[in-house]
């Protein structure tokens, strides 16, 4: 059902038209397939023969142009969905995302999407089908009342029967996609983990025995059981068929009396309905597919149309005259399902000043990279309150104070497009770091954007420095940057890049464990098991 909503969003107007064009068919079909019959039992008449063409000719206009409007309506839909569900990811609050794992959300918008865009085209053939059904049973109807109510029951019996047997096949679809999520993760493990498997063969032998192959197998036989039964369902469907019709030819007449032309009516109309059944019953294990890969989209929280956090920034231009950004009594906790081994971060209070550099320093899992999260407000606090010049922050202007911060994280992401190269200023500022930052004779900028971005791990993170420097916002934050950089590169970071945006007015935070560049900050924060546990001016040592 929630597939039908996917299509009435896309147009409600062009729905209705799809089901009456269709409607039209299939009650034309029905009206051919009485013509037929009454020109069977010999009452031939030239009005017969001269309805048949034109009803021909309605059937064919009318099936079409259902069906036109329908796919135009279906690829409408997945087009929506498409970029929905790339809309709900890019929404979701980043905890939730983080939570959820690289490899669920891959699966999703592979697997899942694909799924749901072969269903949505398979639904204007499903709809016709089912005009011409009703069409069917309408004529039935207008045959014979009795006759008619014995078959519908018979029907409905039927389709109960074939119903047991679809829920069974879509609770081994439901295994099989939920296998397919562990599947996608070793599938990350072959392309992200090739080296360390290549260079070990027993580790290499253990994951593709014990894991791979375990996960795909589950998946096979998971798969086959689903089709399996469906198949059964279809083969159970047909029968059912025949049955019908010998109860009506052999069983029915001893117990009512039916004309023989009734008989003969109905045999050829079940016949006709067969087609349509068959194709219906093919395609239900479609609708399966895409009803769990929408209860899969819709568990994971990730909603198709709705966005989570509101994205009201374009409405307020950003605050590049800012006083001060306090955090106060802020909190973050990473919960796992062991309560003993939760992490939190916090309380935290702290306040930054335009133009200051601040380092942020402390051991490995002190929550330095945490607290980035919490600063740039990708994290929402749990307790406490952020506020840039005194405006509180809260969901409303969430997406707006993110807009003030540009960052290099650890594991940053390289876009090709460069944002900021709109003045003539910037783009000899670009060229002048390219040079500076050793990667002119490696990368030119057209038409903003990188002409590659295939360097070794060091000369990508340049090119991250670059981006961001070029963002122009009111406060950069450096996640551990230097830490791949030979030397050369690091004296550039600390002493030029950084003091260069101080100069130019931006309050720089840097997370680093370099201690021969501490005497660049104004000031060193340190953190240990979450908490602060100093933070003081460094300026006389600057
Ligand atoms: N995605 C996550 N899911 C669950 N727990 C996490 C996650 N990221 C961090 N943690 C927890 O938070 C703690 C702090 O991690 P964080 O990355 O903030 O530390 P860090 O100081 O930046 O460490 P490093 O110097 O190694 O980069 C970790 O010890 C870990 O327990």
């Known amino acids: 059902m929630n597939l039908i909503w996917l299509l009435l969003r896309a147009s409600r107007i062009q729905v209705a ?87 669920k959300l891959l699966a999703t918008l592979t697997e899942d999407v694909s799924t749901l865009s072969s269903t949505v085209y398979a639904i204007p053939f499903i709809c016709v089908d089912i005009a011409v059904i009703v069409g069917c049973l309408g004529y039935m109807l207008w045959l014979s009342g009795t006759v008619f109510a014995f078959t519908i029951g018979f029907l409905m019996m039927g389709v109960g029967s074939v119903q047991i047997l679809i829920g069974r096949a879509d609770y081994f679809l439901k295994l099989a996609r939920g296998e397919q999520d562990n599947l996608f993760q070793h599938f990350r493990a072959i392309t992200d983990g090739v080296k360390e498997l290549k260079l070990n063969a027993t580790r290499r032998q253990d994951f ?115 006083n001060k950004l ?36 402390g051991g490995n899992g002190s929550g330095k990279s945490s607290l980035a999260k919490l600063i740039t407000g990708l994290y929402t606090p749990e307790s406490g309150k952020i506020r840039l010049n005194n ?34 200023l910037a783009k000899t500022q670009a060229s002048e770091y390219l040079r500076e930052l050793q990667l002119d004779s490696k990368v030119e900028i057209k038409d903003n954007k990188l002409s590659t971005t295939s360097l070794s791990q060091g000369q990508r993170k340049r090119l991250a420095l670059l981006a961001a420097y070029l963002e122009n916002r009111p406060i950069y934050l450096f ?19 950084i003091m260069n945006l101080k100069q130019r007015g931006k309050t720089v935070i840097v997370i680093s464990h370099d201690d021969h560049f501490f005497a660049v900050a104004d000031r060193i924060i340190k953190l240990d098991y979450g908490k602060i546990e100093y933070d003081k001016s460094n300026r006389v040592y600057g």
């Open 17 to 103: 038209i799809a089901i009456l064009t269709g409607l039209i068919s299939g009650g034309t079909s029905a009206r051919l397939i009485a013509l037929i019959n009454s020109a069977i039992s010999g009452n031939y008449t030239q009005d017969l023969a001269t309805q048949f063409p034109i009803l021909a000719l309605v059937v064919l206009v009318s099936s079409i142009v259902s069906q036109v409007l329908l796919i135009k309506l279906s690829q409408n839909a997945v087009y929506k969905l498409r970029l929905g569900l790339s809309d709900g990811i890019l929404y979701s609050p980043l905890r939730h995302l983080e939570e959820l794992g690289a490899s």
């Open 479 to 497: 996640d551990e940057w230097a830490s791949d950089q030979d030397p050369i590169f690091r004296e550039i970071f600390y002493k030029q890049i």
């Open 391 to 424: 405006k509180l922050i809260t969901d409303d202007n969430r997406e707006w104070y993110r807009q003030h911060f540009s960052v290099v994280f650890s594991d940053y992401y390289l876009f090709e497009r460069i944002t900021g190269l709109d003045s003539k």
């Open 208 to 322: 593709f025995t014990e894991d791979l192959q375990v996960s795909a197998a589950k998946s096979r036989n998971q798969n086959s059981a689903a089709l399996f039964t469906y198949s059964v369902s279809t083969g159970w469907g047909n029968l059912l068929f025949f049955i019908l019709i010998g109860l009506l030819l052999f069983t029915v007449p001893q117990f009512i009396s039916i004309a023989p032309s009734v008989l003969s009516a109905y045999v050829l109309t079940l016949t006709y309905m067969m087609l349509p059944m068959q194709s219906i019953l093919d395609k239900l294990q479609q609708l399966a597919r895409a009803s769990v890969a929408l209860e899969k989209i819709h568990t994971m929280g990730l909603s198709l149309a709705a966005q989570t956090e509101n994205n009201q920034f374009i409405l307020h231009p950003i605050t590049h005259n800012w």
């Open 326 to 361: 306090e955090l106060e009594e802020v909190t973050h906790t990473y919960r796992s399902e062991k309560e003993d081994s939760k992490f939190t971060l916090g309380p935290i209070n702290l306040t930054f000043n335009q133009g200051e550099v601040v380092f942020i320093v």
